[in-house]
């Protein structure tokens, strides 16, 4: 009899201490704090707030990134590249377009004034257009599969469908990462080929002055074998190019690189407070804005570019063609290239 009475009294003891332990954390869960402690913190505000700032736990996963449970930066770039980024750069496509439509109608197609002359100079020879070809084709399609990750989801699925979006998508990557390699020994080729023709000098300056005689008839600025237009996309193409490379091996070559990180260090010698201890993930939201941002720069002066080279000015297409010109057409838009050729021969 003893036996049970005191069975049941620790019995009772044992359900009233459970009673009370759960009323203790349930007291603690609606004070706002949280059970175990463990992150040092003492409310549900604190914690989301220690989540939220990014920090790491622990993990027992190969991959260190993998401690972040909230990667807040994430929403920063998801803002940026859905927002100014795509914004901006489709206005700038169309603009440029629509520019060049407006242009065509008030100028026309800039013809020879003297008249083609059947005479024709060597322009570029068979390795300038060889350069020419390699860097400018594969920046077409660098562009197309590039311009189809940013606004595809957007412009395409609602015609071709999503299945149908996604096999063109996965083969535009592979385009786009390997076709990649073919721009860079282009524009390394072309730099090489063209650097002593492009360095600037006084008359140049005139030729801006004079806007390139592109928006008057009669008007034939003097210029060497680059005049300064081609002078300035030449730098901009090679100058974008490297760095719009750069990013882009950063990217298919993910959490190796800490570019940014060692720029911003740079350019605080100028008085700038840029972060300097940016995470892999930080480093790679980066290299994507900006391979971004530079791309489509490039691209709208390159819209340009094709433009001028082809359907707005007669004759200039041949130059990367057959790599002869009439020389006529050489006499008015290169009068200086033309007599250094002339007194070599």
Same mark, same amino acid.
Not at 100 to 126: H, N
């Given at each position: ?123 570029? =020879?068979?390795?300038?257009? #060889? ?7 594969? &920046?077409? !399609? @660098?562009?197309?599969? $590039? +311009? ?101 091996? =950063?990217?298919?070559?993910? #959490? ?7 720029? &911003?260090? !740079? @350019?605080?010698?100028? $008085? +700038? ?73």
């Amino acid at each position: 009899m003893l036996k049970k009475i005191t069975a049941v009294i620790m019995m009772v003891f044992i359900l009233n201490t459970i009673i009370i332990s759960n009323s203790n954390t349930s007291l603690a869960q609606t004070k706002g704090e949280v059970p175990g402690k463990s992150l040092g913190i003492k409310s549900d505000t604190d914690l989301w707030k220690y989540v939220r700032n990014g920090n790491a736990g622990t993990t027992q996963m190969k991959d260190e990134l993998s401690a972040v449970m909230i990667q807040s930066e994430g929403d920063n770039w998801r803002a940026l590249r859905n927002g100014p980024v795509s914004m901006f750069g489709g206005i700038g496509l169309a603009g440029i377009i629509a520019l060049l439509f407006v242009f065509f109608l008030y100028r026309g197609k800039i013809k020879v004034e003297s008249g083609l002359s059947g005479d024709t100079i060597l322009r570029f =020879a068979t390795l300038d257009r #060889f350069a020419h070809w390699l860097m400018a084709g594969s &920046f077409v !399609l @660098l562009a197309l599969t $590039g +311009l189809n990750i940013l606004y595809g989801r957007y412009v395409l699925i609602p015609i071709l469908g999503p299945e149908l979006f996604s096999s063109i998508t996965v083969g535009g990557k592979y385009i786009h990462n390997y076709l990649s390699f073919a721009f860079m020994i282009g524009l390394a080729l072309a730099f090489i080929l063209w650097v002593k023709h492009n360095i600037p000098t006084k008359i140049d300056w005139q030729w801006l002055k004079m806007g390139g005689g592109i928006f008057k008839a009669g008007m034939h600025p003097p210029a060497k074998k680059f005049n300064a237009g081609q002078k300035m996309i030449f730098w901009i193409t090679m100058i974008g190019g490297l760095s719009v490379s750069m990013s882009g091996i =950063a990217l298919m070559f993910p #959490f190796e690189t800490s570019m940014f990180s060692e720029t &911003f260090a !740079l @350019l605080n010698i100028f $008085g +700038l407070d840029l972060p300097t201890n940016l995470t892999a993930m930080q480093e790679q939201q980066y290299n994507q804005l900006w391979h971004g941002v530079v791309s489509l720069g490039l691209m709208i002066m390159i819209i340009a570019h094709i433009y001028i080279g082809s359907v707005g000015m007669e004759g200039a297409l041949d130059a990367m063609n057959s790599g002869k010109v009439d020389r006529n057409w050489a006499k008015e838009h290169h009068n200086l290239w033309v007599k250094e050729e002339d007194e070599k021969s």
